[in-house]
């Protein structure tokens, strides 16, 4: 996992090979913004992290949402992230499905210090999850994606950054027990 973490893209260099909605990447990730509560519960933790996140340019969810991964690990002094295509790693995108079976992402991926893995995170965040699972199961494939933009532009990402900083939480509190646990708060 170490060649394959500094394999990757940073947010910059993702957002200069990206062919695909490039200007609302940049957007979104200028301003981005996570709550000095989320950054300092992070540093507390006293140990050093890195996210692997599985994208693609053209997925809303991504560019919903690794903005604000970026912004984290950009302020938190004890993360880094970096960032790798999903359909060019099948094997480590196969071994972070959601419901076992679809390719969904972003897939943040927690690493420890010495790059094991600790935990994941993705696709979206889970009132999102919950709202297309019932009200937005209906509906047809654009309202979907227009209902999904609106709960992302409301969110400004504090839900998902929540649920990720969550998951740090959880998988020091495994470390601590000496469980060596995965933690995941992906969907089920």
Same mark, same amino acid.
């Given at each position: 996992?170490? !060649?394959?973490?500094?394999? /990757?893209?940073?947010?910059?260099?993702?957002?200069? =090979?990206?062919?695909?909605?490039?200007?609302?990447?940049?957007?979104?990730?200028?301003?981005?913004?996570?709550?000095?509560?989320?950054?300092?519960?992070?540093?507390?933790? /006293?140990?050093?992290?890195?996210?692997?996140?599985?994208? &693609?340019?053209?997925? $809303?969810?991504?560019?919903?949402?690794?903005?604000?991964?970026?912004?984290?690990?950009?302020?938190? @002094?004890?993360?880094?992230?970096?960032?790798?295509?999903?359909?060019?790693?099948?094997? #480590?995108?196969?071994?972070?499905?959601?419901?076992?079976?679809?390719?969904?992402?972003?897939?943040?991926?927690? #690493?420890? !210090?010495?790059?094991?893995?600790?935990?994941?995170? /993705?696709?979206?965040?889970?009132?999102?999850?919950?709202?297309?699972?019932? !009200? @937005?199961?209906?509906?047809?494939? &654009? =309202?979907?994606?227009?209902?999904?933009?609106?709960?992302?532009?409301?969110?400004?990402?504090? $839900?998902?950054?929540?649920?990720?900083?969550?998951?740090?939480?959880?998988?020091?509190?495994?470390?601590?027990? /000496?469980?060596?646990?995965?933690?995941?708060?992906?969907?089920?």
């Amino acid at each position: 996992m170490r !060649e394959r973490f500094h394999s /990757g893209w940073t947010f910059d260099e993702m957002t200069a =090979a990206a062919q695909t909605n490039t200007d609302l990447w940049k957007s979104i990730r200028a301003r981005a913004t996570v709550a000095d509560q989320a950054v300092r519960r992070v540093e507390s933790l /006293g140990r050093t992290c890195h996210f692997l996140v599985l994208s &693609e340019d053209w997925c $809303t969810d991504s560019f919903s949402t690794v903005p604000f991964v970026d912004e984290l690990a950009a302020r938190a @002094g004890n993360l880094d992230l970096r960032i790798l295509s999903r359909d060019r790693n099948p094997d #480590l995108m196969d071994s972070h499905l959601t419901d076992g079976a679809l390719r969904a992402i972003p897939v943040v991926i927690l #690493l420890e !210090e010495n790059f094991r893995e600790a935990g994941w995170w /993705g696709p979206r965040p889970a009132p999102l999850r919950e709202w297309l699972a019932r !009200e @937005g199961m209906p509906l047809d494939k &654009e =309202a979907k994606l227009r209902e999904r933009r609106r709960w992302y532009a409301r969110d400004h990402g504090r $839900t998902a950054i929540e649920e990720i900083v969550a998951m740090i939480e959880g998988a020091a509190e495994a470390a601590h027990r /000496g469980s060596g646990a995965i933690v995941s708060t992906s969907a089920p």
